[in-house]
């Protein structure tokens, strides 16, 4: 069955500190692959996507993630972290061709100012 | 805003009663999808549906849920007889045709909080 592992569910970091959330799946097709971040009290909003081309991606507020096709991975990272990033992330995958989305459990981040 | 709107915010309902959960998508946009989140999990899909089409519902309870997407209006998600386990977040998305530029990303909504005392 098709999955999407987060394995860290809370993540605890200092302002300015590097972060890598892991982001796993199993498919064994072609996938198109998301992150996705949630503010406190608002909706899900597409922070960067890989559909094909370069597998490093970079999105919005300084995001970036890199797509390893070999390890099934698609981790985030931020070389400096604010404040402002506390958040819920979740790693989603689709199938490519489909338009079924499958999420990950997310990762809830808190950075202490 | 032109965002996917969803309605209510927050609904709270007793065992037994009727849920009924809105969605407007997008502007442009003619397919809605619906996933629920349970505590301490990810978003799981439900139902996909375009104008007056449901597409596939493989991920709808097969009892007591519907959902509908009307030529005018928005996309309804019905459920009926709640339980203490239907309590989740409802979040709906939507995208614009495919076609349109091959897959696209979906946009949600702010999602409905279902409460069931």
């Known amino acids: 069955a098709q999955s999407v592992s987060q394995h860290n569910h809370h993540v605890i970091l200092s302002e300015a500190a590097s972060l890598e959330l892991g982001c796993n799946y199993s498919?064994?097709?072609?996938?198109?692959l998301f992150w996705y971040v949630q503010y406190p009290g608002q909706h899900l909003q597409l922070l960067l996507k890989?559909?094909?081309?370069?597998?490093l991606v970079k999105g919005i507020k300084g995001f970036e993630a890199e797509f390893i096709k070999s390890k099934f991975s698609f981790n985030l990272r931020k070389p400096s972290v604010q404040w402002s990033d506390t958040a819920e992330y979740f790693c989603a995958v689709s199938p490519q061709g489909t338009y079924k989305y499958i999420f990950g459990t997310g990762t809830r981040l808190k950075v202490l100012a | 805003n032109a965002g996917v709107m969803q309605n209510p915010r927050h609904l709270v309902r007793r065992r037994g009663q009727e849920a009924r959960l809105r969605c407007s998508p997008m502007k442009g946009h003619s397919h809605v999808y619906w996933y629920r989140q349970l505590p301490e999990e990810g978003l799981k899909f439900m139902v996909y549906l375009q104008k007056e089409n449901i597409i596939d519902e493989s991920g709808m309870p097969k009892e007591r849920f519907s959902a509908e997407f009307p030529k005018e209006g928005p996309s309804i998600l019905r459920i009926q007889q709640v339980v203490r386990g239907d309590s989740a977040a409802y979040f709906c998305?939507?995208?614009?045709?495919?076609?349109?530029?091959?897959?696209?990303?979906?946009?949600f909504g702010d999602g409905t909080r279902l409460s069931i005392l």
């Open positions: 998305a939507s995208s614009p045709p495919r076609g349109t530029g091959g897959n696209q990303p979906q946009h």
């Open positions: 498919y064994g097709g072609t996938v198109n």
């Open positions: 890989y559909f094909s081309g370069d597998p």
